[in-house]
């Protein structure tokens, strides 16, 4: 998930108060009317088509695939009943319980193909098609080489998909919990036309809730109790409610009245109520960096980026302790290298990615060393002064205080640099970074499912979201052998992993920065909510108010 959707959309819930005769006990019935969570949003939902969104926040609860995020990042069951891999690790087949469409029909094995197929089409510009990558023919289909008839899936029945893949893929399982690889039933968009996904009522639903009152722009909607999911007895909830709300402020001031029981706070009130016993913390896979552009157009600017000194003193120069605790005060956390922390653990020893991933003296505050790394970089370019300009997007809470902070400390512990700031709207920092039209790029990056290599494919030579162009043979060799030879070796495709990460981190191919925290206040009836770091974030089936 690149910065673009970084935004995670915040949470509010309400226990209502329903009507009832003094002393006498309260019916099943009417337990059942304050079961409403009520949540907000940070923005309108661009889309509610899974092909074409670009995320799954909370989308996630209406529709389903073969499998569930649940707690901690697993896979759980979903509209597979069972799903089994061969031993080459090619071909996955999957046996589809009795489940049913929000309207009744049945969900057969051709809607998953169907699916899968207008997913990775050119035409449908899915972007997230990048994630088919690794099923037969995927890559040449969305190339536009292969017709789609050509991937590597089909229905052996009504109730068998059969996937094959060009090579194995360790991490599938999980990647099938995201709602891209869910069903579409392809007799209701032929039915709807142009009109599928405008609103609500023009769309089917797998999951344990269905959407109602989205209208395409609504600011309101509301997510109901799917009667046809086929593990609906699990499902307490009979309604959630969404309402966008513009600031931090006014959803405090909601929350404080009793009409949010959940939201998202800015800085300067996770300052003043962290103390608060409603107070509650949702970390998250986010690990925001400065993008180094290794081809930028100036050329004392593109030596000095392609100087591991210069990169290594722009990382030590900076007080990532200061910045997380005294500029943002938000709970963010400090990086120990690209990929983010309690994301994957060693099959070996249970240990996070991110304490074997981390090299000593890459991401610690020296300013003196900081001083000599530029200094010896700087005469191994031949040049004693640096002009460089900081990419930024304005449009988050964190972005001037980070910018002007870099600033300030670089022009501050490093001899003969300059620094000037761009701080533009997101989507034209995004097309300017997109472009190569940048020295520094504050980016980021959030996991799309539970493995390393949700970061670690970035970096690779020739790769999309590879913006500065970073290449390192060395570390492009140990992920190709992590996603091949090893792909079926828990333990040896881990050590690839780590092992790459390492030379990454070693060279500051980028510098991170830090790893996002959200902060919230939640009523305390609240209970249940599964809450993940990567993928899927807000899981509600088993939520409920008490």
């Known amino acids: 998930m690149n910065d673009k959707k ?22 099943s019935d009417d337990a059942s009317q304050k079961q409403v969570l009520k949540l907000s949003a940070s923005a309108p939902l661009d889309t509610i088509d899974i092909s074409k969104a670009t995320g799954y926040g909370q989308t996630g609860n209406i529709f389903e695939s073969f499998y569930r995020l649940g707690k901690d990042g697993k896979a759980t069951p979903g509209l597979a009943k069972s799903g089994k891999v061969s031993k080459d690790g090619l071909t996955w087949t999957f046996k589809l319980r009795n489940a049913k469409w929000s309207n009744g029909d049945k969900i057969t094995a051709d809607d998953f193909v169907y699916s899968w197929r207008r997913s990775i089409d050119p035409k449908t510009e899915s972007p997230y098609a990048y994630l088919f990558s690794g099923v037969k023919n995927a890559d040449e289909i969305a190339a536009g080489k292969l017709s789609t008839d050509k991937l590597g899936i089909k229905a052996l029945d009504k109730n068998t998909v059969q996937v094959e893949l060009d090579k194995p893929i360790a991490y599938f399982k999980v990647l099938l919990a995201y709602p891209l690889f869910g069903p579409q039933n392809q007799k209701f968009i032929e039915k709807y036309g142009k009109k599928y996904a405008t609103r609500s009522k ?3 639903y797998s999951g344990p809730f269905k959407m109602t009152d989205w209208n395409g722009t609504s600011d309101k909607w509301n997510f109901v109790k799917n009667d046809q999911y086929w593990d609906r007895g699990s499902v307490k909830l009979k309604k959630i409610t969404y309402k966008v709300v513009g600031n931090t402020n006014t959803g405090y001031q909601l929350y404080s009245q009793d009409k949010l029981d959940m939201t998202p706070l800015s800085n300067q009130q996770v300052k003043s109520l962290k103390n608060n016993p409603e107070f509650k913390q949702y970390p998250y896979s986010y690990v925001s960096y400065l993008s180094y552009n290794f081809q930028a157009k100036d050329p004392t600017v593109k030596k000095a980026l392609n100087n591991r000194n210069v990169r290594l003193g722009l990382s030590l120069a ?24 309690d994301l994957a653990h060693d099959p070996k020893n249970g240990d996070d990615f991110a304490k074997e991933q981390a090299v000593s003296g890459t991401v610690s505050h020296n300013e003196e060393k900081a001083r000599k790394y530029f200094e010896k970089g700087m005469k191994e370019i031949g040049a004693s002064k640096l002009t460089m300009t900081i990419l930024a997007a304005n449009d988050n809470a964190n972005s001037g205080p980070l910018t002007q902070y870099l600033q300030s400390q ?27 039209d940048y020295d520094i790029y504050v980016s980021g990056w959030g996991g799309d499912f539970n493995d390393p290599i949700t970061f670690l494919q970035i970096p690779l030579t020739g790769t999309s979201y590879n913006y500065g162009k970073y290449s ?20 040896k495709r881990w050590q690839d992993l780590v092992s790459a990460a ?11 920065i830090y790893q996002q925290t959200t902060a919230y206040m939640q009523k305390k009836s609240v209970k249940g909510i599964i809450h993940n770091t990567a993928g899927t974030q807000w ?6 108010i008490k």
């Open 410 to 436: 670089y022009t501050k512990v490093l001899p003969g640099i300059k620094i000037n700031l761009a701080s533009i709207p997101g989507k034209s920092a995004l097309d300017r970074a997109q472009r190569g």
């Open 472 to 491: 390192n043979p060395q570390y492009d060799a140990l992920i190709k052998k992590a996603e091949g030879e090893d792909a079926n070796n828990e333990e």
């Open 539 to 544: 899981n509600y089936k088993y939520a409920y």
């Open 318 to 341: 900076l007080d990532r302790k200061v910045l997380i605790n005294k500029v943002f005060g938000d709970g963010s956390s400090l990086p120990t290298g690209f990929v983010a922390r």
């Open 502 to 512: 390492r030379i990454f981190n070693a060279d500051q191919g980028v510098t991170p």
């Open 6 to 27: 970084k935004k995670l959309f915040a949470a509010s819930i309400m226990l209502l108060i329903g009507a009832g005769l003094a002393g006498c006990a309260k019916s």
């Open 202 to 204: 023009y769309m089917v």
